[in-house]
């Protein structure tokens, strides 16, 4: 069955430490764009019965979420739970710069993940998934004037390709990098030019998913996220 990131936001938790949980995936939702900003969540009721938990711990990790000004409550008609207009984490200088070692960590992390999201929407993608993913890639290149929409234009891009596997658990991972990795963006906006290099990387990975080349794909993620990883260590972190 089709999977979407979406879906999995709001799919049952099924673990303990639900409120930790709750606040984790609406958190990494919304800093890879999954939720966009002043998107209305659903009822308490509806999204408490969604995640299979009490609505005391519903209302615990929503609380949390509007102590970190992640979400906004609004009362009276047409009120509820909306994700605030200004709330990306991710669009927001980390107090430090990311180590070394953790930055390739991230890397090799992102080769994995992605890796095997790219090589198996190669495989998997529908004629509309691949319809869907050149459309995201030009919404990057379009976006690519400022640094906050380049990155929610470009973790839609990625997580789309994760969708187009039809497996939850790489939507998941794939939302999860794009969050941590909007963290270590925020460090090295650049100029617009290094966004468009950056965004003309995803053209061959579109290519290899619509010819339904398995290895050719995973080669160009590949390329991809070393490039980013030198995009970063080049403009941030070199003298680290």
Do not use: C, K
Request: hydrophobic share 50%.
């Amino acid at each position: 069955m089709p999977v979407s990131a979406r879906q999995s936001v709001f799919a049952p938790l099924q673990v303990e430490g639900a409120v930790e949980a709750i606040v984790r995936r609406l958190g990494e939702a919304i800093g890879s764009g999954v939720l966009e900003p002043g998107e209305r969540l659903p009822s308490e009721g509806d999204l408490a019965s969604h995640l299979a938990v009490a609505p005391m711990t519903l209302r615990q990790a929503l609380a949390i979420l509007r102590d970190a000004g992640f979400v906004e409550t609004r009362r009276g008609r047409g009120g509820g739970s909306f994700v605030v207009e200004d709330a990306r984490r991710a669009l927001e200088p980390a107090a430090t710069p990311p180590r070394v070692a953790d930055l390739r960590d991230l890397t090799d992390w992102r080769r994995a993940v992605s890796g095997e999201a790219a090589a198996l929407a190669a495989v998997r993608a529908t004629l509309d998934q691949r319809a869907l993913l050149a459309r995201a890639a030009a919404a990057v290149e379009t976006a690519a004037v400022t640094f906050a929409g380049f990155r929610l234009a470009d973790a839609r891009f990625h997580v789309a390709i994760a969708e187009a596997t039809g497996n939850a658990r790489l939507v998941r991972a794939e939302s999860a990098i794009q969050a941590e990795l909007g963290d270590v963006l925020a460090l090295v906006p650049g100029p617009e030019l290094a966004r468009r290099a950056s965004g003309a990387g995803h053209e061959p990975l579109v290519r290899a998913i619509t010819d339904g080349e398995e290895a050719a794909a995973r080669v160009a993620i590949e390329r991809h996220v070393e490039a980013t990883y030198d995009w970063i260590l080049g403009l941030r972190l070199g003298l680290a």
